[in-house]
């Protein structure tokens, strides 16, 4: 009685200091130290329009990040919003489990001849690290149904980011403050991402223990935009195949025509047998994650009814009707506005804007690209002088959506910027940087 009462009677004006105190109240933030955050001026946004978020008392903000690298074509994108209607009038959800619904039907349909997989299958999740454990698992079953003994390892790269759950956090390679959990993960063998000779060295040496390879291909996003050749996910692809060891590429982040194709392993002639598919596949509206599953892996749990050959795995939400209605819109969309030549064109000039406005500064070591997918390194004298989140914090203060990966400036423009916006983000980054870093 006592708590509710004080809940009640808590804070409610309309003011941003009033939402911030009313927020701080009741949400817990991920990856955010709850004792500080409302002096870190968050941004509580009350709705959007475009690529643009508005807070409670109107102020608008360029979303250079696309709501950490979810929004591909914008917000209230009128064709999307209208195909969630249309869906809402027909069925929200229903379980996957054992029964099948129209919608996510339609969209694995509409999936299966885009992904550059044989013959694919798709198991719905909600969340990126969800169709990364999938894929784990999946992976780890497909030899054991098979009766092969003793695949119960995975590679995995140097600066990989898969998800938060603790199998796909197993994959990962640690940071952002997770190595508390390091006694709750499983050990994974680790090569550098981007090393050739050392990865396809570690598939042939290790092959008989392995279950797959876990890779991001051509970005790594998390770890500041690590980047990796087409001829380095190639290598890769081809050592897996010579030595039969499953290949998983997670494309939660690349996917969707986040570096310039709908997919980042069509720039490397590569055909993954799993597939790990989030963020923008539902154009950042609504949580839906897919694990893609080729053909081959498809038929190793094929058997006789209950049998132990069956994937018990699944989620309650899993193949969610509205995410799936617009997921299918947005892949439509895609092609309909001619959504991956602006992702080129708009690259080309971020590139070009970049290199002549921001490279040459004292402060910027290095800058990493690939479609809209870039980072830019700062190189701080001394450690503790926190430039990534200062001069992202001058970013928001000029009006445009930024957050860093440590001293990482990360730029993640939607797929729809226009040229005007690409300028204005080049700008606004450049000045914030030059304030923060000579003074
Ligand atoms: C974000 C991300 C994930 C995790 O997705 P969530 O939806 O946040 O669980 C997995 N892999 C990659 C490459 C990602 O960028």
Redesign the pocket.
Known sequence: MQTAARVASGPVGDTHSDWVARDAAVVWHGFTQMSVYADNAPIVVERAEGREIIDVEGRRYLDAISSL?VTTLGHRVPELDQALRDQIDQVAHSTMLGHGNRATIELAEALAPRVPMDDPHFLFAS??????EQALKIAFQYWTNQGVEGRHQYLAFTGA?????IG?LSVGDGGFGTDVFNPLCFSVRRAPYGDLAMCVATIAEHAERLAAVVV?PLV???AGMAMCTPEFMTAVAEACRRHDVLLIC?????GFGRTGTLFAVEQCGVRPDLM?L??GITGGYLAL?ATAVSRRVYDAFLGPDLSDRTLYHGHSYSGNALACAVARRHLELIDEQDVLANVVARGAQLAAALADGVAPMAAVSEIRQRGLMVGIELAPPVEGLRWGRRVSAACVERGVLIRPLGDVIVLMPMLTSTAEEIDRIVVVVASAIAEVTTT
């Open positions: 690298w969340d990126g690290a969800e169709a990364v980011y898969h998800g938060d759950s796909s991001e790594q996003g998390a997670d494309e939660v982040a690349t790990c989030g963020k994650s």
